[in-house]
């Protein structure tokens, strides 16, 4: 009777194929992905590389292990991702968090006044809003989808932390369904990749992530997003209210210009934690 392998080998035959498909984290998906067959932590499988794998478990390590190895993105496979120290259900239809993203959330907490709103346009999977929700908890959130299916993404999160009464999910276009309600903090993360760019995505986004979060609508420049939504926030801003946008690379000085043109003040572009132009702000006056 063949003997069972251990968690050690098979992490590093699944390493090595992961890698092989031209995946960077290999070593470290292998090890996601085997915690999740095991149902256990990635911790442990670093206190018992001997454990040894039963039939069952190495078939469920093999399907996960499939699906990633044809480049389908890791939180997809694992159905949740971190964002602001709390995971989120996140899976097909629902753009996959990113670390940079994390900026929007903590902008929006230090400026936004004791018991004010908030609101975040394109909210996907609810990330940005609900951390504000959980980090801020004298503030409101509102948070508006385009997507049916992210919009149902970000309600199952809601529900998740329990704060589905103070955050408030709309399904439309940008501001649209806020109406006349004013804030005192927008914020934004866009389809911003221009169209040309498209071809040369990494596999898991070109192939798997939503066209219309990324850029699906962006045209050429990968603005036309902003110009539209930069001139329109005013009209749901309070005297004194921030608008933060996330911009992609080599983007933030045009975005910064759109401020300008539509009256903004105080207009700052913040770097990410690679040194990246990341966010753009602006105060409206009135």
Not at 51 to 79: C, D, I, M, T
Not at 135 to 162: C, K, P, Q, W, Y
Request: hydrophobic fraction near 45%; proline fraction near 5%.
């Amino acid at each position: 009777m063949p003997t069972s392998p251990t968690v050690a080998a098979l992490l590093l035959q699944a390493a090595k194929r992961l890698s092989a498909a031209g995946i960077d984290t290999a070593r470290l998906d292998a090890q996601l992905l085997l915690a999740m067959a095991l149902r256990g932590r990635r911790e442990d499988l670093a206190r018992a590389p001997e454990r040894l794998v039963s039939v069952a478990e190495q078939e469920a390590f093999a399907r996960v292990l499939a699906e990633r190895e044809k480049r389908r993105p890791l939180a997809y496979v694992l159905g949740e991702s971190w964002f602001h120290g709390h995971p989120f259900f996140v899976g097909e239809g629902v753009l996959v968090p990113r670390p940079e993203t994390e900026m929007l959330a903590d902008l929006a907490c230090e400026r936004a006044p004791s018991g004010g709103l908030v609101a975040d346009i394109g909210t996907g999977s609810g990330c940005i809003a609900l951390s504000i929700a959980l980090a801020r908890l004298d503030l409101r959130v509102m948070a508006t989808e385009i997507s049916e299916t992210a919009m149902g993404f970000a309600s199952r999160n809601a529900s998740r932390h329990g704060v589905g009464d103070r955050v408030a999910i709309a399904l439309g276009d940008l501001l649209a369904p806020l109406a006349s309600t004013h804030f005192n903090v927008i914020v934004s993360n866009p389809p911003y990749i221009a169209t040309g760019d498209v071809a040369g995505l990494m596999p898991e986004v070109r192939d798997y992530e939503p066209s219309r979060a990324l850029y699906e609508g962006t045209g050429a420049d990968g603005l036309a997003v902003y110009r539209r939504l930069i001139p329109e926030a005013v009209a749901n801003l309070t005297s004194g209210g921030w608008l933060a946008v996330e911009v992609g690379l080599g983007q933030a000085r045009h975005v910064e210009r759109l401020y300008v043109d539509a009256g903004y003040n105080n207009i700052e572009v913040l770097p990410d934690f690679a040194n990246i132009e990341r966010v753009v702000a602006g105060q409206w006056l009135g």
